[in-house]
T-cell receptor
Framework: GAGVSQSPRYKVAKRGQDVALRCDPISGHVSLFWYQQALGQGPEFLTYFQNEAQLDKSGLPSDRFFAERPEGSVSTLKIQRTQQEDSAVYLC???????????FGSGTRLTVV | DAKTTQPPSMDCAEGRAANLPCNHSTISGNEYVYWYRQIHSQGPQYIIHGLKNNETNEMASLIITEDRKSSTLILPHATLRDTAVYYCIVRVEYGGSQGNLIFGKGTKLSVKP
């Protein structure tokens, strides 16, 4: 597609529920990033993929967060046993590599109730 | 922590130039200054970047001081659609996850009619 597509756009989860957030990057983009953005804050780095390899997951806040990109294209961010503090917008960005090629999706707004 | 300091908010009259300052006193020699903006309910959008020379593109101009400790993003003729949060980021140009974007809180620019 023309841009980075994220689904669902909105997700309401009950506390303790598992959720899966999907990111469809721009075709051919090697690099893929996940960010978490709390209300009123700037996005914060979660994890980075180069093709199917997860090269950096230092930003994942706990072992309840898991990300994968098995075929080097679509990526899924999974959150197990959601907590209220997980409520945020989750942004995905892809890049062909290099300095300016970060294209962000519109994000998934997760609300844990 | 973000390596940049920006005012939390600014106002600008429609049609006038918007000058957004950013301090980055600890910038390293191989780090570039990047500007992104985030319009409400969208993902961040790349605007411009530079190393030490002033840069201009179809969206904006970037003025970097000679000592590289601060910069200014200039929107020459602000429109209502330029209302957004503007992020100033320093990072290496390339480098996989080293090229990860570290966002601060940015400057909320309000363009008023």
């Amino acid at each position: 597609g023309a841009g980075v597509s994220q689904s669902p756009r909105y997700k309401v989860a009950k506390r303790g529920q598992d959720v899966a957030l999907r990111c469809d990057p721009i075709s051919g983009h090697v690099s893929l990033f996940w960010y978490q953005q709390a209300l009123g804050q700037g996005p914060e780095f979660l994890t980075y993929f180069q093709n199917e390899a997860q090269l950096d997951k230092s930003g994942l806040p706990s072992d309840r967060f898991f990300a994968e990109r098995p075929e080097g294209s679509v990526s899924t961010l999974k959150i197990q046993r959601t907590q209220q503090e997980d409520s945020a917008v989750y942004l995905c960005a892809s890049s062909p590599g290099g300095f300016r090629g970060y294209t962000f999706g519109s994000g998934t707004r997760l609300t844990v109730v | 922590d973000a390596k940049t300091t920006q005012p939390p908010s600014m106002d600008c009259a429609e049609g006038r130039a918007a000058n957004l300052p950013c301090n980055h006193s600890t910038i390293s020699g191989n780090e570039y200054v990047y500007w992104y903006r985030q319009i409400h309910s969208q993902g961040p959008q790349y605007i411009i970047h530079g190393l030490k020379n002033n840069e201009t593109n179809e969206m904006a101009s970037l003025i970097i001081t000679e000592d590289r400790k601060s910069s200014t993003l200039i929107l020459p003729h602000a429109t209502l659609r330029d209302t957004a949060v503007y992020y100033c980021i320093v990072r290496v140009e390339y480098g996989g996850s080293q090229g990860n974007l570290i966002f601060g809180k940015g400057t909320k620019l309000s363009v008023k009619p």
